[in-house]
């Protein structure tokens, strides 16, 4: 028998009592003891943001009206298996302030996608990591930690850095999971002659179908102009609180990064690569004057 709403929500309670009571003690807490509480209370905030995240996933793909499993292929899983847009995500949640940390959720996730931890996504799944990034977390950029906030730096530095550690990450001959992933990913078959010769491009499927015109997914056209689905690994990062950058161009132009999207994917008659599907930011006036006076004054 599944527990009732008011079940869970006693334990929602429970919980948040739990540690505002731990919370009250503070002052007369040893040191050790603190450091106990604040791993404890670390541990616990950053499962639940990866719970959220996880869940957002899955109810904005329900609310499309598409077929949803959870915890079964990978956290959540999108459509039928022969459908050319299913997908096996692993959703992450960085809660940690520093890039070290963003990137330990990182190879932990090309491991599951792998299918070394448990979870085996279906074969012609696009294979996703998507990660929300918190607070002021500086990734790609070197650095961060608590209290601090993000340096500032060019969005090109931000595109050529996140690109460089994904591939770092990916192309890492040290980790049986991301080399596990590269082999899935180099298992198309456009070396032979005759498939070569039926095959005409690879590309967006919103280019290539002229539909779903927010879909990132990389798919194969053959002479006929039928798609087909190509190995395709998407990185999705979010960032919760916006990444405060500019272009090179314009240095004192305010840019509120959102999203970065990336596929790892093998060309035609190539080796696996990563390119840059799309950026999500936003162009706005109305910043506040204390936070571009900060911004600015970096540039001076």
């Given at each position: 028998?599944?527990?009732?709403?008011?079940?869970?929500?006693?334990?929602?309670?429970?919980?948040?009592?739990?540690?505002?009571?731990?919370?009250?003690?503070?002052?007369?807490?040893?040191?050790?003891?603190?450091?106990?509480?604040?791993?404890?209370?670390?541990k616990a905030?950053?499962?639940?943001?990866?719970?959220?995240?996880?869940?957002?996933?899955?109810?904005?793909?329900?609310?499309?009206?598409?077929?949803?499993?959870?915890?079964?292929?990978?956290?959540?899983?999108?459509?039928?298996?022969?459908?050319?847009?299913?997908?096996?995500?692993?959703?992450?949640?960085?809660?940690?302030?520093?890039?070290?940390?963003?990137?330990?959720?990182?190879?932990?996730?090309?491991?599951?996608?792998?299918?070394?931890?448990?979870?085996?996504?279906?074969?012609?799944?696009?294979?996703?990591?998507?990660?929300?990034?918190?607070?002021?977390?500086?990734?790609?950029?070197?650095?961060?930690?608590?209290?601090?906030?993000?340096?500032?730096?060019?969005?090109?530095?931000?595109?050529?850095?996140?690109?460089?550690?994904?591939?770092?990450?990916?192309?890492?001959?040290?980790?049986?999971?991301?080399?596990?992933?590269?082999?899935?990913?180099?298992?198309?078959?456009?070396?032979?002659?005759?498939?070569?010769?039926?095959?005409?491009?690879?590309?967006?499927?919103?280019?290539?179908?002229?539909?779903?015109?927010?879909?990132?997914?990389?798919?194969v056209k053959?002479?006929?102009?039928?798609?087909?689905?190509?190995?395709?690994?998407?990185?999705?990062?979010?960032?919760?609180?916006?990444?405060?950058?500019?272009k090179q161009?314009?240095?004192?132009?305010?840019?509120?990064?959102?999203?970065?999207?990336?596929?790892?994917?093998?060309?035609?008659?190539?080796?696996?690569?990563?390119?840059?599907?799309?950026?999500?930011?936003?162009?706005?006036?109305?910043?506040?004057?204390?936070?571009?006076?900060?911004?600015?004054?970096?540039?001076?």
């Amino acid at each position: 028998m599944s527990q009732t709403p008011d079940d869970l929500q006693k334990r929602v309670d429970e919980t948040n009592a739990i540690f505002s009571k731990l919370l009250e003690k503070w002052d007369r807490l040893s040191p050790i003891t603190r450091d106990q509480l604040t791993t404890g209370i670390n541990k616990a905030y950053g499962q639940a943001a990866s719970f959220q995240h996880e869940y957002k996933i899955a109810r904005a793909a329900e609310k499309k009206l598409r077929e949803v499993v959870t915890q079964v292929h990978a956290d959540v899983t999108v459509g039928q298996a022969d459908s050319l847009f299913a997908k096996s995500i692993e959703a992450k949640s960085v809660t940690a302030p520093t890039k070290g940390d963003a990137n330990t959720l990182i190879r932990k996730a090309l491991e599951q996608l792998a299918g070394m931890t448990g979870f085996t996504p279906r074969d012609n799944d696009v294979r996703v990591l998507d990660l929300k990034i918190t607070d002021q977390n500086p990734w790609p950029n070197a650095g961060g930690g608590y209290g601090l906030s993000r340096d500032v730096i060019p969005l090109e530095d931000i595109l050529r850095l996140a690109k460089e550690e994904l591939w770092s990450l990916i192309d890492d001959p040290t980790r049986p999971g991301a080399q596990s992933l590269l082999t899935w990913l180099s298992g198309e078959t456009y070396s032979s002659p005759l498939l070569q010769s039926r095959l005409r491009q690879v590309q967006s499927a919103s280019k290539l179908l002229g539909t779903n015109p927010h879909s990132s997914r990389m798919l194969v056209k053959d002479i006929h102009g039928h798609a087909g689905h190509l190995r395709c690994l998407t990185i999705k990062i979010r960032y919760a609180s916006p990444y405060l950058t500019h272009k090179q161009s314009q240095p004192l132009n305010v840019i509120f990064l959102d999203e970065l999207v990336f596929q790892v994917h093998r060309g035609m008659s190539k080796s696996v690569g990563i390119n840059l599907a799309k950026t999500k930011y936003r162009i706005s006036d109305e910043v506040d004057a204390d936070v571009f006076r900060d911004f600015s004054s970096s540039h001076t």
